[in-house]
């Protein structure tokens, strides 16, 4: 595990990445990563500004390789959650390529540009070719901090480990038969787990190629499969819209059906959309299911014996996986039918929330940790989820967002006397939020605010998948004796 990336070296030739304005081989990725590392020094902590670009996967690489660990920043991210994210992680630099243009919370940090034409020649005489390839640095150091949101209060910085990402990474390997020769394609958005760790990282921790679309589109996917993408990922969203579009779109049908392994996580992807992928191309979508906290703990196999829709798979080599009951005890039933909430524990398990021992000890029962989703496990050993201990957490477009965060940005609106938000069921994005509005204004309706504007307060101080997709104005909101609004009723 010592060198993260061993094609760096190895194979200098051979196709690494490509984004639709750029194209790089390991051997160039080595040289500009190499010199964006040497540059990064001894810095403590650097934020990486994670557009959509190769800049973004080189800045995680090079600061990889310098041992330094990378907070990636969504470029979206409203003013009071960048201030929260940029406050709690005290980055002393920020990564970022030559065009971006950086919030004002930015404009202290000392900027390290990523130029992808500044490479060898950049190497001081007689520098190592790579910095910190891994050799020397404690496997357990922190190597990023993902900022995730919990059910109340601003997000949480979920620290982890050299190791935790080679250990799953590696074990995806082992589920999939991932090898050098796969072409990954995706459009996730790269500063999360899912689209960067899994989606560039693994790639390149198997010397293979990722073809990144720079936003997700049917259209994109449809190209780069058919031209010899041999993997895809993908939330359900976006498996969602593919499924959609195959009645009218053979070129899409034949780029699904001749690519080798569709992986879809982050949440739930309906049995619906499975099956119009399937009987329009044959083939079925494989599921895994991880956590910012956990990266990953099961996937369906591809040795599986049979199609399984609907199950997340089997625990990947490394993650003890057991279910527990509401008195805390383990569920010995592999019967399809007893749900518990599912721990895991391994070495692909974070090290813990960046200044907030309180929130992991909360999380860890012993050394299993919570996730807090409700499973059962069938007679052949495959999970499936069932559901959330949280209703507070939302699960929309593969984003997860806590009602309590929108809430408190919600009464700060002039308009706002009174605000809950709660999750409803959505073809498109699995959830869309609602927000639940009593108006300061009560008697006037002419003076409440709209929801487009609500919506654009949620998206400037949080981010803008955080928005409310829906305002239902109410003159109070239901409470029990407690003053504890009663989220149920809303929904009845
Ligand atoms: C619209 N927009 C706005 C507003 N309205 N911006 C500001 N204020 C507004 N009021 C903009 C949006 O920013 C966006 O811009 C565009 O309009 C469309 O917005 P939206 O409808 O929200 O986006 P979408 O196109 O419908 O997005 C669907 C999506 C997206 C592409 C599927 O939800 C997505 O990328 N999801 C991936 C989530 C993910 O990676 N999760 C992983 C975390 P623009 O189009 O320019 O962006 S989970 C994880 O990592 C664990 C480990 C796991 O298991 O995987
Ligand atoms: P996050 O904390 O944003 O990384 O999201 C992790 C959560 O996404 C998990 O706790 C699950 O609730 C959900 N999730 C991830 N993958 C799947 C999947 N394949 N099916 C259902 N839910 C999933």
């Known amino acids: 595990m010592s060198d993260l990336f061993p094609a760096l070296r190895s194979t200098p030739d051979r196709p690494a990445l490509h984004f639709p304005a750029r194209s790089l081989t390991y051997g160039e990725l080595a040289a500009v990563a190499g010199a964006v590392a040497r540059r990064i020094g001894a810095a403590s902590r650097v934020a990486l500004w994670a557009a959509p670009t190769p800049h973004t996967a080189v800045g995680a690489v090079a600061a990889l390789l310098a041992g ?34 950086v ?62 990402i080679a250990t799953s990474l590696d074990a995806l390997e082992d589920a999939w038969a991932w090898t050098a020769d796969d072409v990954l394609v995706h459009g ?25 679309l720079g936003r997700f589109s049917v259209d994109g996917v449809a190209r780069e499969l058919g031209d010899g993408g041999t993997m895809l990922f993908g ?60 990266l990953m703990n099961t996937s369906v196999r591809v040795d599986a014996p049979q199609p399984r829709p609907g199950s997340v798979g089997v625990p990947l080599p490394g993650v003890e996986l057991r279910l527990v009951d509401e008195s805390g005890a383990p569920v010995a039933a592999y019967d399809g039918e007893t749900i518990g909430e599912v721990q895991v524990r ?50 929309s477009g593969g984003y997860k967002i806590g009602a309590g965060e929108i809430e408190n ?6 308009g706002v006397r009174e605000a809950a938000v709660t999750g409803e069921p959505d073809p498109d994005l699995g959830e869309r939020v609602i927000a639940w509005i009593v108006p300061t204004e009560l008697d006037d309706p002419a003076a409440r605010p709209s929801a487009d504007a609500l919506a654009a307060h949620v998206a400037g101080l949080l981010s803008p998948h955080k928005r409310p997709r829906e305002v239902r104005f109410l003159t109070a909101l239901p409470r029990n004796d407690m003053g504890k609004v009663m989220k149920r009723a809303l929904r009845e």
């Open 68 to 101: 330094v660990p990378v907070v990636p920043l969504n470029p979206k991210t409203g003013e009071r959650e960048l201030a929260h994210i940029v406050g709690d992680s005290a980055p002393t630099a920020l990564l970022a390529g030559p065009d971006d243009q």
């Open 409 to 414: 940005a919600l009464l700060d609106h002039p």
């Open 235 to 294: 939330v359900p969203t976006m498996y969602h819209r593919l499924a959609e579009a195959l009645a009218d779109d053979p070129a899409l049908v034949k780029a699904l059906a001749g690519a080798r392994l569709l992986v879809s996580g982050s949440a739930a992807l309906p049995l619906h959309d499975h099956n119009l992928i399937t009987a329009a191309t044959g083939r079925t979508v494989v599921e895994r299911y991880g956590m910012t906290e956990t």
């Open 188 to 212: 996730l958005p790269l500063f999360h787990v899912h689209g960067l760790i899994l989606g560039i990282l693994g790639p390149l921790r198997r010397g293979a190629q990722v073809r990144h």
């Open 103 to 164: 919030p004002a919370a930015l404009e202290a940090l000392d900027r390290i540009t990523v130029d992808l034409d500044g490479g060898a020649d950049r190497a001081p005489q007689g520098a190592a070719p790579l910095p910190g390839d891994g050799t020397g640095i404690d496997p357990t150091a922190p190597a990023m901090v993902v900022y995730t949101s919990g059910t109340t209060g601003p997000p949480k910085g979920a620290v982890l480990s050299r190791r935790a």
């Open 346 to 395: 391994g070495a692909n398990l974070f090290s813990g929330y960046l200044n907030r021992p309180d929130a992991t000890a909360e999380a860890f029962d012993g050394d299993w940790f919570r996730t807090g989703d409700m499973a059962v496990r069938d007679p052949d050993g495959c999970v499936r989820l069932v559901g959330r201990r949280a209703t507070d957490l939302i699960k």
